[in-house]
């Protein structure tokens, strides 16, 4: 098998799970309180990594630690 053939085999294996993401999507849809937790845990992790990125230097690697724990355990 050449580099060619490998290259095609990857992009139908990507092709085939892009086709059963999509496929699995449309068979349950999410309730109303579902898409609001997932966006809210989306949230919740987006606000714990900028105090990880943003602080770490400031507040010490301990403190922003424990804090940004405390933040990502509010998921639900």
Same mark, same amino acid.
């Given at each position: 098998?050449? /580099? /060619?053939?490998?290259?095609? &085999? /990857?992009?139908? +294996?990507?092709? @085939? $799970? +892009? ?8 068979? @349950?849809? @999410?309730?109303? $309180? /579902?898409?609001?937790?997932? *966006?809210?845990? $989306? ?9 990880? +990125? ?12 424990? *804090?940004?724990?405390?933040? +990502? &355990?509010?998921? @639900?």
């Amino acid at each position: 098998m050449n /580099e /060619e053939d490998e290259a095609f &085999n /990857e992009i139908e +294996r990507q092709s @085939k $799970q +892009r086709k059963e993401a999509v496929r699995a999507s449309f068979l @349950k849809p @999410k309730s109303a $309180q /579902e898409f609001y937790d997932e *966006l809210r845990n $989306q949230v919740i992790e987006e606000v714990a990594y900028k105090i990880e +990125r943003d602080f770490r230097q400031s507040f010490g690697a301990d403190t922003v630690s424990s *804090l940004t724990i405390y933040i +990502r &355990n509010m998921k @639900k």
